[in-house]
């Protein structure tokens, strides 16, 4: 087992990482730009090592700071969390050449799989299914357009190096495809530094349900059950949720064996997610694999009594994985709390926290690096806290969620904690009756 591990990363899943490694008997290393010289993980960390101003391809993205600070600390192996460099191929290959083991899948697996048209291929290969759409890169408009007429519409345009909502476009008629095609390639060659897209049918009304992996250096791979992450707005998750409400035990087995084969197809190493598209008649396509740990995975703790962090470092360390059989007890449910407005379209809401005051009780759990005093950087995602509930029935749970929701007290910043609490009270939120597309309609009225 290692003796000291870096933590390339900020803000809460460095926390998260911390407070594992601490109980593993671990040693720790935080990175930090000046921004976060007072935020929680560094105040945690058995070491703590500045790398450069607040802005991330200064600090959080500079490769040759996190490996300096790695070697004059002698950590023997870092741990990226998500975000920033954690599906960084680079990153993971760089890490092997000094010697210093990166907490995650080979640079091969993460390149084989960040690359959206050869996943696809992979998946083909290995048989697992796949939205209909092109086998490849789509060279030129008109390409795209035989595609589109053999498919039929609606479809989309994706960045073949894409991520987070960005770089995609859905065209629902032929004579929007031109325009769609080239804004998705500029889009593309801006944001990803890859004009490459490729195109699928677009899956209308689909829940985003995706299923938890580990993987081994020794050819082992298990998957520990679904998440869903149908609450979206603008392609962002904001609540997850496991089991999945349109989960059939059949449906778990055939979505767990695919999730499997795709890890296994690129020698899969660590946590990852397969993420899948099911439609109305659970039906169900691979979407993309997330080669990290997941904003999400406390989720899937609560109802498997897993560490995953745990069985990353034990993964990485060459331990090889337990098998036992998958066992999913009662339902969870996970907020996230960001520093926006939802009265003012979810502006983001910096500053200083007045008051922090987290919730409590029998199954609450908060991950947060805010507290009381605490101010809010402008530089990086909103996100400043994640509650985590569960109970015996999703019924329970809702209630369980609402109850800590409202006793969960931040004052000095705007958060989204009211609108979790709307949706609550939601009634096809407490059925189950949603889908991806579905906060496109729910409404937040800041006078309930």
Known sequence: ???????????????????????????????????????????????????????????????????????????????????????????????????????????????????????????????????????????????????????????????????????????????????????????????????????????EDPHHVEIQVLGDQHGNVIHLGERDCSLQRRHQKILEEAPSPLMTPELREEMGQAAIDASKAVDYEGAGTVEFLVDKDLNFYFMEMNTRIQVEHPVTEEVTNYDLVAEQIKAAAGHELEKKELKMRGHAIECRINAEDPEHNFRPSAGMIDVFHTPGGHSVRVDTHAYAGYRIPPHYDSMIAKLIVSAPTREDAIKRMKRSLEEFIVEGIKTTIPYHIQLMDDENFKKGTFNTKYLEEFTFNPEK
Request: charged share 25%; proline share 5%.
């Open 1 to 203: 087992m290692f003796n000291k591990i870096l933590i390339a990363n900020r803000g809460e899943i460095a926390l998260r990482v911390i407070r594992t490694c601490k109980e593993m008997g671990i040693n720790t290393v935080a990175v930090y730009s000046k921004a976060d010289e007072d935020s929680l993980h560094v105040k945690f960390a058995d070491e703590a090592v500045c790398i450069g101003p607040p802005p991330s391809n200064e600090s959080y993205l500079k490769i040759p700071r996190i490996l300096a600070a790695a070697e004059i600390t002698n950590a023997e192996a870092i741990h990226p969390g998500y975000g920033f460099l954690s599906e960084k191929a680079e990153f993971s290959r760089i890490c092997a050449e000094h010697d210093i083991k990166f907490i995650g899948p080979s640079a091969d697996s993460i390149a084989r799989m960040g690359n959206k048209t050869m996943a696809k291929e992979t998946m083909i290969d290995s048989g697992v299914p796949v939205v209909p759409g092109s086998d490849g890169v789509v060279e030129s408009y008109e390409e795209a357009r035989e595609i589109c007429d053999d498919i039929g519409y609606p479809v989309i345009v994706k960045a073949a190096s894409g991520g987070g909502g960005r770089g995609m476009r859905i065209v629902h008629e032929a004579e929007n495809l031109q325009k769609s095609y080239s804004m998705c390639k500029t889009e593309a060659e801006s944001a990803f530094d890859d004009p490459d897209v490729y195109i699928e049918k677009f899956v």
